[in-house]
């Protein structure tokens, strides 16, 4: 059987007298990845409740006839911005059917996200509260790294593309300063328009919810909000209470748990029988090789979408007489270019329809790899585009002077490009640049294959600038605003599948170590993929800007 989440409780309902309860309490608190693994050993290991395994659940919640209503309680919900999103989406659609209470001991700009598409949002009076809007921070390292010996080469294409900045340089440029704030400004305006519309509160109050204006009537403005009552008095909350006021707690009630969870085996073992679609995710860095999950240690990087892997599901999905449209899931900041590309041709040559939708973020090789879909879905709040190319590498020379190291060379200084001994010579220079002019034109060709677009327009949106999802729809680069559920939805459109066709989790296939793969000769001869024995590009999206 399979592991209970910790914290899902039954509840009766506070007026009830049934012997059976009629509420369900729900816990949010996490990051909730986006997708959980096909492999049951990372299921066991990573006992954190994804996104898709919620959303799961409250579908199953939806179709219990015993359910009356849902408590969701928001705490330590650790989500990005499109995670939280997609989490009130999935709560709207819950609350279409059945009364769903969303109580927030903690109101952040987050959490009322989460709350946004529910009728009732209550907090306690004694609430934590700070809706300050948005801001990003980003460190840069070029001075502590400076002293301590070590210079940076960045290499960049083009001027917004800041992956290695916070390496070679001690400041924030107006370029990327440019290109931040207006995602910001983009987020902001979705998040003012999603609230506003849902708690219908005045929209000359929203828009001046961050921004005051002495001239207009006196209004609550963000920074001034420190309490549940006034919040309450602006119309983001419906309701001061506690949860005890809302449904009044009850031990476990098993044969209630056990419906909930025996649904969703059923619901597993009806998938394998029918037509349906397939998710194949690209989750973290992107990579040459095989996919790495993460590892259950804290410390330790986390997880790698490898080429070779996410390729191989491709194809085992385009194989599969079950699968009649595939779902490309995609949170990623990028990598290797020769795997984004990899990962580009297989969509390309895939005979089902793609759909890829974005997650957080699918910015440089994250947008790459989805380019030829047949359709894109984002989050308003996902970090996309940066289309360009960047190439770096730390230069120990002062260090290695301070303390005393004298590297040697021997044989032709050209082979030690990546040696971090040395600057790049001027040969060696021109010969990268040379390169990343290489990469960029095809990344540009096969966005502007996949979307439509002229070469010169995707080189006027690309030039490493990073784009919201809600801008990039107005762009061209993404067709549809939703989540994964929009995704779906769309993908079984493509296929003509009625609107219940279930949804499947991809894998590359059963391999041992060491054994042989098996193909056959394709139909016409195929050119190298790649002209560069070595990777030494990437078309990677620096991921460590923290949007607060």
Not at 46 to 66: Q, V
Not at 112 to 135: K, N, T
Not at 495 to 502: I, N, R, S, T, V
Not at 523 to 530: D, E
Request: net charge negative; with cysteine; glycine share 10%.
């Amino acid at each position: 059987m399979p592991h209970l989440p910790a914290l899902l409780r039954l509840a009766v309902g506070r007026d009830g007298a049934a012997p059976a309860p009629d509420w369900v309490v729900l816990d949010l608190h996490g990051s909730y990845p986006a997708h959980r693994s096909a492999d049951p050993v990372q299921a066991v290991l990573h006992r954190s409740e994804s996104l898709e395994g919620l959303t799961a659940r409250l579908e199953r919640i939806a179709d219990a006839d015993w359910v009356t209503g849902v408590l969701v309680r928001v705490t330590g919900l650790t989500a990005g911005l499109a995670t939280s999103d997609a989490i009130g989406r999935a709560l709207g659609r819950l609350d279409a059917g059945k009364r769903v209470v969303v109580y927030l001991p903690h109101v952040s700009m987050r959490t009322l996200l989460v709350g946004a598409r529910v009728r009732e949002v209550v907090a306690p009076e004694s609430a934590e509260v700070m809706v300050p809007g948005f801001a990003a921070e980003r460190t840069f390292y070029g001075s502590f790294l400076s002293r301590h010996g070590i210079a940076f080469e960045n290499l960049r294409i083009r001027e917004y593309k800041s992956a290695l900045t916070r390496f070679s340089e001690d400041h924030m440029d107006s370029h990327d300063r440019e290109q931040l704030t207006a995602y910001l400004d983009s987020a902001e305006r979705t998040w003012l328009t999603t609230l506003h519309g849902a708690r219908q509160v005045d929209g000359d109050v929203a828009r001046r919810w961050f921004d005051p204006d002495e001239d207009l009537p006196r209004t609550w403005f963000a920074e001034e909000l420190t309490n549940a009552t006034q919040l309450l008095e602006t119309g983001l909350l419906t309701r001061v209470a506690y949860d005890d006021e809302i449904v009044t707690p009850v031990e476990q009630h098993w044969g209630r748990a056990l419906e909930l969870v025996l649904g969703e085996l059923g619901e597993r073992r009806a998938a394998r029988k029918a037509d349906g679609v397939t998710v194949v995710p690209v989750i973290g860095p992107i990579v040459s090789g095989r996919s790495r999950p993460t590892p259950p240690v804290p410390f330790l990087p986390g997880p790698t979408a490898g080429a070779d892997t996410v390729v191989a599901a491709l194809r085992k999905a385009d194989r599969d007489e079950r699968t009649r449209a595939i779902v490309l899931y995609v949170d990623s900041p990028g990598g290797s270019a020769l795997a984004s590309d990899l990962v580009c041709r297989a969509v390309e040559r895939c005979t089902k329809p793609v759909v890829a939708v974005m997650g957080e973020v699918a910015g440089s090789g994250g947008y790459y790899v989805l380019a030829r879909a047949d359709h894109v879905v984002a989050s308003p709040f996902t970090l996309t585009g940066s289309i360009g190319v960047v190439v770096g590498k730390p230069v120990l020379t002062q260090l290695n002077e301070r303390h005393g190291l004298n590297p040697e060379v021997v044989g032709r200084e050209e082979a030690l490009f990546d040696s971090p001994n040395r600057p790049f010579s001027d040969a060696g220079r021109a010969w990268a640049e040379r390169m990343m002019h290489e990469v960029y034109d095809r990344f540009v060709d096969r966005v502007a294959a996949g979307r439509g677009l002229t070469r010169e327009r995707v080189d006027e949106i690309g030039r490493g600038r990073i784009w919201s999802g809600a801008d990039a729809v107005e762009l061209g680069l993404v067709d549809e605003l939703g989540d994964l559920d929009a995704g779906v939805a769309a993908a079984r459109r493509l296929a003509g599948l009625p609107d219940d066709a279930p949804v499947r989790a991809a894998g590359g296939g059963f391999t041992l170590p060491g054994t042989p793969t098996f193909g056959k000769d394709p139909a016409r001869p195929l050119a190298g993929l790649w002209p560069f024995g070595q990777e030494r590009v990437l078309t990677w999206m620096d991921e460590t800007v923290t949007i607060r």
